[in-house]
């Protein structure tokens, strides 16, 4: 049927957005920390993918674990895997390619956090490494665990000075994970913003004279319960979650939507997605 796919016995159309229209959506996906993701949470914004204009995906950093290369090692965790570095490289390869097949005409954004470069940071420290390891989309494409790494675009910004926007919203990984960090993130960057890192979700917003409100959001995060282990029990303020952003083009206003998962599932437009 012209205007239509069919993906796990689902049809949905793929003219969500009218021709010509300035309407972009946008799906922010944080912390995911493969190979360790909550599925559920991820079916359930898969099939929201179905439904809403989707013009790009930006994944807020911490999109691979690579436990034992950082300081943080969860002997526990990691011996979930045999190959854990590998087993994140092949989860997230899969995942960007489900991507391209559900929004086939999206445009992928990588944010990188402090997770991501991991590789590169080990290869800074033994230089015989440099090159072949310190670059997980090139590790992607050349082991074939990715058929889809075009569509990626990568955002280093390890220089304070860099940022990447749509509209009128700044992305980052973030820098703040207080309890304040939604209100630290404005202030630090005069702007609307939108971040990762901290594991939860807020909003702050705030309104200078003369000019048009800005916010900062955090968005939650996407681990599974077993990749939490590490907090041993502790009070926490995480929130599984993820965003999805309307914006016009031409204007760059936007409306954000924080969407938090609970048990599996969310809510919207009258319907449940998820388990």
């Not at 999206?106 to 230089?127: S, V, Y």
């Not at 998962?261 to 009258?270: Q, S």
Request: with cysteine.
């Amino acid at each position: 049927m012209p205007g239509s796919s069919t993906i796990k016995g689902r049809t949905r159309s793929t003219d969500r957005c009218a021709p010509g229209s300035s309407i972009g959506g946008v799906i922010q996906w944080a912390d995911e920390h493969f190979p360790y993701i909550d599925t559920d949470a991820h079916d359930a914004v898969y099939r929201f993918s179905l439904d809403v204009p989707v013009t790009e995906h930006v994944l807020i950093g911490d999109c691979l674990n690579l436990g034992g290369i950082g300081s943080h090692v969860i002997d526990d965790l990691i011996a979930q895997y045999e190959e854990p570095v590998e087993a994140g490289l092949r989860s997230l390869g899969k995942h960007i390619d489900r991507l391209v097949k559900l929004t086939p005409d999206a445009t992928i954004h990588w944010i990188w956090g402090n997770h991501d470069n991991r590789l590169q940071r080990f290869a800074r420290k033994h230089p015989a490494w440099r090159g072949i390891i310190d670059n997980p989309l090139q590790l992607l494409k050349g082991f074939d665990f990715c058929q889809n790494t075009d569509k990626v675009r990568i955002h280093q910004m390890d220089d304070p000075e860099e940022s990447f926007s749509i509209g009128h919203m700044a992305f980052n990984h973030g820098h703040y994970t207080g309890k304040h960090c939604a209100c630290q993130h404005v202030e630090a960057y005069g702007s609307s913003v939108t971040f990762g890192h901290s594991h939860t979700q807020q909003m702050f917003t705030t309104v200078k004279k003369g000019s048009i409100p800005i916010a900062g959001y955090t968005i939650g995060h996407m681990m599974s319960k077993e990749g939490r282990r590490y907090l041993n029990g502790r009070p926490h303020r995480w929130v599984t979650g993820f965003a999805y952003m309307e914006y016009d083009r031409k204007t760059g206003l936007f409306t954000q939507h924080l969407i938090p998962i609970v048990d599996g599932g969310f809510f919207w437009n009258g319907r449940r997605y998820g388990r």
